[in-house]
């Protein structure tokens, strides 16, 4: 197939893009204060931060950071939606397209992390997001002459971590994965899979953080349209894919043993996002909002000095079998 070079180069295609990211920011934080329940019952909501980077910085454009803390089901989640322009690319969105290094650009999308209370509710995360770089894309209507727009790709995806291992979470969440692709491509799930394993890896570990999921960047090949309807088909197919695992496994009794698992495993989370992530990098290079950008960190985490699982044991199951690249489905 013959890659495509797709541009936008109108408002009305920025505030249509824009439009649904904000709606699916809504609809996944709906959700989950449903899963939350009542306050009365000790339910949390999220708290929505609004804010703007005027013109005249580095970096410009808007945003909506929600952020749920304490909850009874999840100890933090939070789902961020930006908006923003700057008049160079960082590197770390440059690296598989050096003819672009410079140029000013414009992104827009929605990221998630969920950390749940109960060590065997497997911690979330997704994002969905579309940049455009070149002429005309650093403005609020990414404007240009007609065919002169800037070159436009899309990234995102979702991937699961879980701490305590269930065979029948992970290929419920795969299952829900390749369905998403499905319409586009028969060859997308198993590529986006693989390249899921291979970017939620840590190298100074020899570990993979979860059991994956599907992760793409830099991707125009299907052309504008299509290439936007496949992530927001991605994006949709979240709640369908991740509220099933949470339902399953929210009252499962634990205790001490399991609590200190969860928290050392989550050391193994920030690790991955402040050493590898290329979103969390992206944010801090361009001059992005901090508190925004870290949203993806748990309330705690811990690390200990080479910690082994006992033989045999739950703990020992999660790196012997779930943190391995293996087909779910």
């Known amino acids: 197939m013959t890659t495509q070079k797709p541009t936008f180069n109108t408002a ?6 824009r439009g649904y990211l904000e709606g699916l920011q809504a609809r996944i934080t709906s959700a989950l204060e449903d899963i939350e329940g009542p306050q009365s019952q000790g339910g949390a909501r999220f708290r929505s931060d609004a804010w703007r980077r005027e013109s005249g910085s580095a970096l410009q454009g808007d945003g ?7 909850g009874r089901v999840f100890e933090r989640a939070g789902c961020g939606f930006s908006h923003v322009s700057g008049p160079r690319l960082p590197p770390s969105a440059t690296q598989h397209r050096p003819e672009l290094a410079g140029a000013p650009f414009e992104a827009m999308g929605v990221s998630l992390v969920f950390h749940p209370r109960n060590p065997y509710v ?3 995360h997704m994002n969905v997001r579309m940049i455009a770089a070149g002429t005309g894309a650093a403005g609020t209507g990414a404007g240009g002459q007609a065919g002169q727009g800037p070159i436009c790709w899309f990234g995102g ?23 998403a692709l499905a319409p586009f491509g028969e060859g997308l799930y198993p590529r986006f899979k693989t390249w899921c394993d291979e970017y939620f890896y840590l190298k100074h570990r020899n570990e993979q953080r979860g059991v ?6 830099d991707f125009a090949e299907l052309g504008f349209e299509q290439s936007l309807a496949m992530t927001q088909s991605v994006g949709d197919a979240f709640l369908g894919a991740y509220l099933p695992i949470v339902q399953r496994r929210m009252h499962m009794d634990h205790g001490e043993r399991e609590r200190e698992f969860q928290l050392y495993r989550r050391g ?20 992005g909002r901090t508190e925004s950008i870290l949203l993806s960190m748990p309330p705690l985490a811990a690390w200990s000095y080479q910690r082994e699982p006992q033989p045999g044991s ?3 199951l999660l790196t012997e079998r779930f943190l391995q690249r293996r087909d779910w489905i």
């Open 122 to 124: 497997p911690t979330v």
């Open 314 to 316: 739950p703990e020992a």
């Open 12 to 17: 009305d295609t920025v505030a249509r893009v």
């Open 64 to 70: 909506i950071t929600r952020i749920l803390e304490g």
């Open 157 to 179: 995806g979702m991937d699961l971590t879980p701490y305590y291992g269930f065979d029948e979470d992970a290929v419920h969440f795969h299952r829900a994965c390749r369905d």
């Open 268 to 287: 193994r989370y920030v690790e991955f996002n402040l050493v590898w992530d290329r979103g969390t990098h992206f944010g801090l290079q361009s001059g």
């Open 212 to 217: 994956g999921g599907i992760f793409f960047d």
